[in-house]
Every structure is written in C-alpha cells, then in structure tokens.
C-alpha cells in the first residue's frame, strides 16, 4: 500500500562520467522528476484540468465516493464553489472514471489532474464510437429501421427513434459517460449475437472497455478483415479518430482532383 507520488527508485548509481566521486552518489527524486506540488499551489489547475473532468464524470457521483451530498458536487461543476482539497478530487475523478472504463495504460505515469485534464476527450471519443457503430450496422443491416427490428425483432416499443439519436451523438454535446455506457452496452450486446451466428467466439475485457472491443471486432468482420485483430481498450478510443482523419483525407483528396478536371464546355 502506498500515498502521494510515485518516485523512481533505483538500485544502483544514477549518474554517469568518469569521475569516481560519483560512483556512489544518488540524486534527489526532484532531479529525476520534479516535485508534485499541490493542486493549489499550482494557479488555474481546477477550472482547466479537474473542474471540466467533472460533468462527463458524474459530479454526484465523485461527491457521494467522497462521503459529501450530491449538490456540493454539482455545485463544483456549476462553478458556484471550489472544493477545499482539489486535488483528492482529482483522485476521485480518476478512481470512478477508471471504473468506468476510460482508464489509459500510461495513466499510471501521470498525475491525477493530468489524466483529468483527457477525460473529457477521452468521454467524446466514446460518443463518436456509438455514433459510428450505429452508422456501420445501419449500412450493413440497409436502413436504420431495418436494424431497428434486427435489435428489437419483437420488441413493443420502436427503437428507431433511439438509433437516430445515437448516430446524431457525433454532432451532439458531450454526455456523461454512464449513459454513454448504457448504450454502447446495448449496441455490445447486439454485436455479440451477430457474432454468435456468424460461428465465431472472442474473449474481451469486462465492462465497458470490453463492450468497445466486441463493438470493434464486429466492424472488423463486417469490413471483410481476413483476420480480426483485437483491439486493447485503448486502442478501441485511438483507432476513431484515426478512422475519421483517413476518411476526411479521402474526402478532400477527390475533391482536389475534382477541382482539377476540367470544366465539361457547353
């Protein structure tokens, strides 16, 4: 068990040169890392970093994981008020956001308010994930309502409306990741019976990382991959983006070599 800051331990020297003096000598952590200090002693750290993280996060839930009422939460992120220990905040945030799945393997090497201050990108990628699921299958499937009877076949209520809000999440404000969860657990649950009945099995993260997989391999199968690379839940956030610039390239790509046709005479 520890607290406080990660220093780098060593078990020999850590200084290099021909000068025997240094042989034996061990320089302070502060010179290989600098000293963390307080979230307050560092001015702007809670309106840039911690403070945005709060809302995709959940501020009632951070101040319930604090022992506080829902309200001081929601004041931090209305802006009404300040907390008095910002940076067990962003402990927090952390703490409940990794639980949530939006936790990055490097996050072990950065501060607390660090990782805050990629949440709220991290939460956006989410969203654009469940808008361009929602897209992929509703090609693959012909039409938003023909996906709709394939997620629901006998199901009272009609969840075409819902599918067209979830592809309109691309443009939208970012929403908390709980409920960005809830409907990427539904499109995973879709995704792993298609992928039922195409004889096929994959073994992935639990939680929310791992509905973004199933979510993944399944696009993968659509797209006609010869074999599906699983993604790690990092790189199911990294390969949207990526997805979108090649795709935008392409776009722009045959508009210039539009723009240099040229012009059909009358």
Same mark, same amino acid.
């Given at each position: 068990?520890?607290?406080?800051?990660?220093?780098?331990?060593?078990?020999? /020297? /850590?200084?290099?040169?021909?000068?025997?003096?240094?042989?034996?000598?061990?320089?302070?952590?502060?010179?290989?890392?600098?000293?963390?200090?307080?979230?307050?002693?560092?001015?702007?750290?809670?309106?840039?970093?911690?403070?945005?993280?709060?809302?995709?996060?959940?501020?009632?839930?951070?101040?319930?994981?604090?022992?506080?009422?829902?309200?001081?939460?929601?004041?931090?992120?209305?802006?009404?008020?300040?907390?008095?220990?910002? /940076?067990?905040?962003?402990?927090?945030?952390?703490?409940?956001?990794?639980?949530?799945?939006?936790?990055?393997?490097?996050?072990?090497?950065?501060?607390?308010?660090?990782?805050?201050?990629?949440?709220?990108?991290?939460?956006?990628?989410?969203?654009?994930?469940?808008?361009?699921?929602?897209?992929?299958?509703?090609?693959?499937?012909?039409?938003?309502?023909?996906?709709?009877?394939?997620?629901?076949?006998?199901?009272?209520?009609?969840?075409?409306?819902?599918?067209?809000?979830?592809?309109?999440?691309?443009?939208?404000?970012?929403?908390?990741?709980?409920?960005?969860?809830?409907?990427?657990?539904?499109?995973?649950?879709?995704?792993?019976?298609?992928?039922?009945?195409?004889?096929?099995?994959?073994?992935?993260?639990?939680?929310?990382?791992?509905?973004?997989?199933?979510?993944?391999?399944?696009?993968?199968?659509?797209?006609?991959?010869?074999?599906?690379?699983?993604?790690?839940?990092?790189?199911?956030?990294?390969?949207?983006?990526?997805?979108?610039?090649?795709?935008?390239?392409?776009?722009?790509?045959?508009?210039?070599?539009?723009?240099?046709?040229?012009?059909?005479?009358?």
């Amino acid at each position: 068990m520890r607290d406080g800051e990660r220093w780098l331990v060593l078990k020999e /020297a /850590a200084v290099f040169g021909d000068d025997p003096q240094n042989a034996f000598s061990l320089p302070a952590p502060e010179t290989i890392r600098p000293l963390d200090l307080s979230s307050q002693d560092r001015p702007g750290v809670w309106e840039t970093a911690i403070k945005p993280a709060l809302i995709p996060v959940g501020p009632a839930a951070v101040a319930d994981r604090m022992g506080l009422a829902p309200r001081t939460g929601r004041s931090w992120a209305m802006g009404e008020r300040e907390p008095a220990e910002p /940076a067990k905040v962003a402990r927090t945030i952390v703490a409940i956001a990794q639980e949530l799945g939006l936790g990055f393997a490097t996050d072990d090497l950065n501060r607390a308010e660090e990782i805050c201050a990629e949440l709220p990108m991290r939460v956006a990628l989410v969203q654009w994930l469940i808008a361009a699921a929602t897209e992929w299958l509703s090609k693959e499937f012909g039409a938003v309502r023909a996906l709709a009877r394939a997620m629901q076949p006998a199901g009272d209520n009609d969840i075409e409306p819902s599918l067209r809000r979830w592809i309109a999440l691309q443009s939208a404000p970012v929403r908390p990741i709980g409920d960005l969860n809830e409907i990427m657990a539904r499109l995973a649950d879709f995704c792993r019976g298609e992928i039922r009945k195409r004889g096929r099995r994959f073994i992935v993260e639990p939680g929310p990382a791992g509905d973004r997989q199933i979510v993944w391999v399944l696009h993968q199968l659509l797209t006609g991959a010869d074999s599906v690379q699983m993604p790690s839940p990092d790189e199911t956030l990294i390969i949207l983006p990526s997805l979108v610039a090649v795709a935008f390239m392409a776009i722009l790509a045959e508009a210039l070599r539009g723009a240099d046709r040229p012009a059909a005479s009358e």
